[in-house]
């Protein structure tokens, strides 16, 4: 069922909750949402089910849209989605919480530390998040054996680029370059546990605190490590599909996860079989979208919530140049965010890729920080559109951080809200 109050005194809490709330949260008011009405009459409590002012509350309907958008209002006989959409259609003096500008009067925000949150949307202050690639391996396609050979090193470059404005620095130890050899878990432990430890405590002591630190893998037990080290957030380049355990750990840590669309491993993923998306059913962006979305539920079932979960569309990973370009159009993007993920937040990773090398004629990896700065530019662009914001995986901060800061400019000033 859906709606229904009841304001409940201290000696319903045999009746209403399972476990005790945290110490300092009042227990005054009940919001029923979703769930069997069965025997709450029962309780002695004047209710009214389903809540009569549910249908044209906005912060009450999004977020049992990200819960369940496909469920049906008990009594108005249409799905949540669809009484949202009707809400953001009312005027001002219609819709409760709706604001007069067809803004929502709530913000989505997502869980960047422990103790902050970020706005995922450009209304309530977002914009486009700047994630810092730091790989300490020696044959990663573009900085490869260049900050794997001293940890002092690889800590300073990292300090820099949270300087410089990176939201987050994502730490690998394993190359996913086409056609890469996989690497013990021992081996990729030793290479990324005492850099995230050496992280941690360079960025408190630069005045750096709010900058997150993930860690780039497909193992579990180096995720396990890395959070353990200091990482607070996982990124699996499988989608948590490679180790079985990866979704189990992650639950049990609690912390954010970015899971990325993949085709078969590093070896095998630019194979003809793995870049073959059926044009009768829809072609790259849709295969892409479906399958992410698939992974996705995946990692859902396997208890990690929604809200800690970013979609990464796997840029340079199981397509060919076309392929990539096909996904990174406007309507692509906004595609896969709204149409498979249900608007939740994409991070895209096309930095100094192989398909940019091409295109620019630039053979060696570094020189393509200009053409990745057009993709941050774009991709901004593409999902600040729908008033989202972006997250982009980047190897050169201070060129993208411009770019991406134009593009959030731009985009407060069309929407008529000037930029900060």
């Avoid at 005790?20 to 029923?32: A, I, R, S, T």
């Avoid at 620019?360 to 020189?367: E, V």
Wanted: with cysteine; proline share 6%.
């Amino acid at each position: 069922g859906v709606g229904g109050r009841a304001h409940l005194g201290a000696q319903a809490s045999g009746v209403w909750r399972r476990a005790p709330l945290e110490p300092g949260v009042p227990f005054e008011e009940l919001e029923w949402l979703c769930g069997d009405w069965d025997g709450v009459g029962g309780a002695g409590l004047a209710l009214t089910l389903p809540h009569p002012r549910i249908l044209e509350r906005e912060f009450v309907l999004r977020p049992l849209c990200d819960l369940a958008a496909d469920l049906n209002h008990p009594t108005a006989g249409r799905d949540f989605s669809t009484l949202l959409g009707d809400v953001f259609g009312a005027s001002a003096a219609h819709a409760d919480g709706a604001a007069a500008t067809g803004h929502p009067a709530t913000t989505r925000v997502f869980p960047l530390l422990p103790d902050l949150v970020v706005p995922l949307e450009r209304h309530g202050g977002g914009r486009t998040y700047l994630m810092g690639i730091l790989n300490v391996t020696p044959d990663s396609f573009s900085d490869g054996g260049e900050w794997n050979q001293s940890i002092r090193a690889a800590v300073q470059h990292g300090v820099a680029m949270a300087a410089e404005g990176a939201d987050i620095l994502d730490i690998g130890g394993e190359s996913t370059r086409p056609g890469a050899e996989p690497v013990p878990v021992a081996e990729e432990c030793r290479r990324v546990v005492p850099v995230i430890e050496g992280l941690r405590g360079a960025l408190v002591e630069q005045g750096l605190p709010h900058v997150a630190i993930s860690i780039d893998t497909r193992h579990a037990t180096v995720a396990e490590a890395a959070v353990h080290a200091g990482a607070h957030i996982v990124n699996d380049v499988s989608g948590g599909r490679h180790d079985p355990r990866m979704i189990d750990v992650v639950r049990d840590l609690r912390v954010p996860f970015v899971a990325m669309h993949m085709r078969g491993d590093p070896k095998t993923m630019q194979s003809d079989e793995n870049t073959a998306y059926s044009a009768a059913a829809g072609g790259v962006v849709a295969g892409v979208g479906r399958e992410l979305a698939a992974a996705v539920e995946h990692v859902e079932a396997g208890g990690v919530p929604r809200w800690m979960v970013i979609a990464d569309p796997g840029i340079g990973f199981s397509k060919t140049l076309a392929q990539n370009l096909e996904l990174l159009a406007p309507k692509a993007l906004q595609d896969i965010s709204q149409l498979w993920l249900r608007g939740l937040p994409l991070l895209v990773g096309a930095s100094r890729k192989g398909f940019l090398g091409k295109i620019c004629d630039l053979p060696r990896a570094a020189d393509r920080d200009v053409a990745t700065a057009a993709l941050t530019a774009s991709t901004s662009q593409s999902l600040g559109m729908l008033n989202q914001s972006a997250f982009v995986r980047v190897h050169n901060i201070q060129a993208n951080r411009d770019a991406a800061r134009v593009m959030d400019a731009a985009l407060a000033c069309w929407s008529g809200t000037q930029p900060s």
